[in-house]
C-alpha cells in the first residue's frame, strides 16, 4: 500500500529556530517520487523539491535541506533560521512508477502546520 | 508564464445541486489532475485527464465525471451535492510521459455546500 505519514500535526517555533519536518512514506515500488509541497493561507500547492528514489543526495537550497534515507523509508525537510514568512502548511508527498496515466497521482501525507513566531 | 488558473475561486451550493469547477493549465502542459483537500486534510487524487480522457482515478463515486477539452483546459462535475463535499478542489498540470517532475497547482475553488 503507499501511504505518506507526517506524524507533525503542528509545531510552533520562535523566528530564527531550526525546524524539522518529519515525511515517512511506505511504498512496494523501486522507483518512485517524493516531493514537499507548501501550502501558504492562499491555498495554492507550491512546490519545494522532489527527489528520485534511487539518488539519496541530501540537499540543499538556501535555507531549507532535505535528508533522503531509505532505510528508515523518511523524507525529512529542515529549515534553518525560521522566518515568520516559512508559516504554512507543509505536505509531503508519494508519487510511484509503473501505473498507467499520462502522470502518477500524488500521495498526499496530512501536512505539517508550521507557526514562525515573532 | 501564465500558471495553473482555476475558476471560481469560492463557490456555494446547497445539497443536491451540481457544480462545475474549471481549471486552465500552465501554458506546455497537456494533462489536468483533480484533488480535493477537505479541511485539515492532505489533497485526495480524483482523477486525471490526458488527451482527453480520463487515465486515472481515484476513489470517488460516480458523481464526480470530467472532461477535458481540445486547448486542455478542463471541468471538474459533482451531481447530487453532498454536504461532505465541502473542500478545497485543485488543479494540477503537469507534462505527459514526466512522470519525475512535479505538478503544478492553482488556487483552487472553495465549494461550500449548506
Known amino acids: 500500500a503507499q501511504k505518506v505519514t507526517q506524524a507533525q500535526t503542528e509545531i510552533s517555533v520562535v523566528e530564527k529556530e531550526d525546524v524539522t519536518l518529519d515525511c515517512v512514506y511506505e511504498t512496494r515500488d523501486t522507483t518512485y517520487y517524493l516531493f514537499w509541497y507548501k501550502q501558504p493561507p492562499s491555498g495554492e500547492l507550491v512546490f519545494l523539491i522532489r527527489?528520485?528514489?534511487?539518488?539519496?543526495q541530501n540537499e540543499i537550497s538556501g535555507r531549507y535541506s532535505w535528508n533522503f534515507q531509505k532505510s528508515t523509508s523518511s523524507f525529512n525537510f529542515t529549515i534553518t533560521a525560521s522566518q515568520v514568512v516559512d508559516s504554512a502548511v507543509y505536505f509531503c508527498a508519494l508519487s510511484e512508477a509503473g501505473y498507467g496515466g499520462a502522470t502518477n497521482k500524488l500521495i498526499f501525507g496530512t501536512g505539517t502546520l508550521l507557526a514562525v513566531q515573532p | 508564464d501564465a500558471g495553473v488558473t482555476q475558476s471560481p475561486t469560492h463557490l456555494i451550493k446547497t445539497r443536491g445541486q451540481q457544480v462545475t469547477l474549471r481549471c486552465s493549465p500552465k501554458?506546455?502542459?497537456?494533462?489536468v489532475s483533480w484533488y480535493q483537500q477537505a479541511l485539515g486534510q492532505g489533497p485526495q487524487f480524483i482523477f486525471q485527464y490526458y488527451e482527453e480522457e480520463e487515465r486515472q482515478r481515484g476513489n470517488f463515486p460516480d458523481r464526480f465525471s470530467g472532461h477535458q477539452f481540445p486547448n486542455y483546459s478542463s471541468e471538474l462535475n459533482v451531481n447530487a451535492l453532498l454536504l461532505g463535499d465541502s473542500a478545497l478542489y485543485l488543479c494540477a498540470s503537469s507534462l505527459a510521459g514526466f512522470r519525475d517532475q512535479p505538478q503544478h497547482f492553482g488556487d483552487g475553488t472553495r465549494l461550500s455546500i449548506l
Open positions: 527527489r528520485n528514489s534511487f539518488d539519496e
Open positions: 501554458s506546455g502542459h497537456d494533462t
